[in-house]
């Protein structure tokens, strides 16, 4: 993929063609937001501007044909998200903007996409009823598609975008975005902020439930920074990383994310990072 990255920073020409061309593929739009983001990221809006401009028409055209608007609105997500990421340098303001892009985004879902939606309804019915399971009422069913597919649209924008920022930093900054992950932390207000959505979405339910689903993904990846960011302090290797995650899949398990929401949000306010000596610094201690 590096080589991809190459080629379209090479000039504009290739970094149209690029997005376009991966707009068109079926299930390759995340690839094209991502050659965008990095566009942006290095470039700047300016550049940005055509290559989003010209990656929206086979956008714009799968949307008409086939009544699915995620490619062009992760495309659009990612312009904004990385417009941001390169003014503030920050991937805190990404997650925080990001929950309220997805909760934005429950709004123009039933517009944009009625048709696919009603169809994945249908589905989950069929399949419901094959199972011999009760079905819901069509509307909550249809409510519940909206708000996956709303975070699952951001969620997707979010990846292209640390793909894009993984790019340019093995061309530009080798390393870069390692470093950044790993000290990916959110500040006390942004934790406040999004710890508030979560519980008016948990508490009041219903149409409000976006918030709190919306939120726990901007909380859950500074979770995984922190214990990324402590097992690189201890030079603890890949080994570590997965008996981590295996403990968090398969022991763990729906208890993974609390607890991960949970580390982000202590993390805001004591700094836990902060307060452990790395590897290094105990031996020269010792």
Not at 71 to 89: E, I, K, N, Q, W
Not at 145 to 161: C, D, H, K, N, R
Not at 196 to 222: K, Y
Request: hydrophobic share 60%; glycine share 8%.
């Amino acid at each position: 993929m590096s080589g991809l990255a190459k080629w379209v920073m090479k000039k504009r020409l290739n970094a149209i063609i690029g997005v376009m061309v991966f707009c068109l593929i079926p299930m390759m739009f995340w690839l094209a937001a991502a050659i965008l983001g990095l566009v942006v990221l290095r470039k700047g809006v300016k550049e940005g501007i055509p290559v989003l401009a010209w990656g929206c028409l086979p956008a714009l055209v799968l949307w008409v044909l086939q009544g699915d608007a995620t490619a062009l609105l992760v495309l659009v997500d990612v312009m904004l998200l990385s417009c941001l990421l390169r003014s503030t340098s920050s991937w805190s303001w990404v997650l925080l903007v990001g929950s309220f892009i997805a909760v934005i985004s429950t709004l123009l879902q039933p517009l944009l996409m009625t048709d696919i939606l009603n169809f994945a309804v249908a589905l989950v019915q069929k399949m419901m009823e094959s199972e011999g399971i009760e079905v819901p009422a069509k509307d909550l069913i249809f409510d519940q598609a909206v708000v996956a597919v709303s975070i699952l649209q951001v969620v997707i924008a979010i990846l292209s975008l640390f793909l894009a920022r993984k790019w340019q930093a093995g061309l530009y900054n080798p390393g870069g975005l390692r470093t950044e992950f790993h000290q990916l932390r959110l500040p006390v207000v942004f934790s406040l902020v999004l710890g508030g959505m979560v519980l008016i979405g948990e508490s009041l339910g219903g149409s409000f439930s976006i918030f709190s689903q919306a939120a726990i993904p901007a909380l859950v990846l500074p979770g995984l920074a922190l214990v990324h960011g402590v097992l690189a302090k201890k030079e603890i290797g890949v080994v570590g990383l997965i008996a981590f995650y295996l403990v968090g899949f398969f022991v763990l398990n729906v208890y993974f994310a609390n607890i991960l929401v949970t580390l982000c949000v202590i993390d805001s306010f004591v700094n836990i990072r902060s307060r452990i000596q790395d590897k290094a610094s105990n031996s020269s201690n010792g």
